[in-house]
T-cell receptor, first 112, second 116 residues
Framework: GAGVSQSPSNKVTEKGKDVELRCDPI?????LYWYRQSLGQGLEFLIY????????KSGLPSDRFSAERTGGSVSTLTIQRTQQEDSAVYLC??????????FGPGTRLTVL | AQKVTQAQTEISVVEKEDVTLDCVYE???????LFWYKQPPSGELVFLIR??????QNEISGRYSWNFQKSTSSFNFTITASQVVDSAVYFC?????????????FGTGTRLTIIP
């Protein structure tokens, strides 16, 4: 596709369950970022990938959060033992060699 | 540490009026990028502009214009002759300018409502 895609668009889960969120970046974009948007915290950085490596994980809020990227393309953000405070919109963005970041439509996560 | 302040939480103007959204930033970096993104009701963040800290020239794109003033650490955004389609939340953001990690620090956003 032409833009960044994310799936699922909406996810409702029960507290304590694990969830996986997927991001397909723009083809050829080497850099990939995850952000979170919540009412209380605004837009905040989570993790940055260059290729398959993640040199900056400083924004991950706890060790329940992890992410990986395979083949320099698709990335998965995993949240283990979800808590209600994890409810937010999770946004993925990609960029090409220092260019601006382009965002996907996001995944709205609701933890009951 | 980087910080972006958008003091205007909400703005409402009547269609065809001009409106300016303010953005003030803080950074210790000597080179950096400044951005504006638009988030319409659909929710997707739409890239509008990126400016390098070395380039203080103002920029105009159609009805949009941006005023970058390093002396006051501001990067303001003006919409001329506003239209209902301009209704959205607008975010100003900042990143280091270097190859590699250019994670964005966002302001809290300004909700703009254009009244028909």
């Amino acid at each position: 596709g032409a833009g960044v895609s994310q799936s699922p668009s909406n996810k409702v889960t029960e507290k304590g369950k694990d969830v996986e969120l997927r991001c397909d970046p723009i083809s050829g974009h080497t850099a990939l970022y995850w952000y979170r948007q919540s009412l209380g915290q605004g837009l905040e950085f989570l993790i940055y990938f260059q290729g398959n490596s993640a040199p900056d994980k400083s924004g991950l809020p706890s060790d329940r959060f992890s992410a990986e990227r395979t083949g320099g393309s698709v990335s998965t953000l995993t949240i283990q033992r979800t808590q209600q405070e994890d409810s937010a919109v999770y946004l993925c963005a990609s960029s090409l060699g220092g260019g601006p970041q382009f965002f996907g439509p996001g995944t709205r996560l609701t933890v009951l | 540490a980087q910080k972006v302040t958008q003091a205007q939480t909400e703005i409402s103007v009547v269609e065809k009026e001009d409106v300016t959204l303010d953005c003030v930033y803080e950074t210790r970096d000597t080179t950096y990028y400044l951005f504006w993104y638009k988030q319409p009701p659909s929710g997707e963040l739409v890239f509008l502009i990126r400016r390098n800290s070395f380039d203080e020239q103002n920029e105009i794109s159609g009805r949009y214009s941006w005023n970058f003033q390093k002396s006051t650490s501001s990067f303001n955004f003006t919409i001329t002759a506003s239209q209902v389609v301009d209704s959205a939340v607008y975010f100003c953001a900042l990143s280091e300018a270097r190859r590699g990690n250019e994670k964005l620090t966002f302001g809290t956003g300004t909700r703009l409502t254009i009244i028909p």
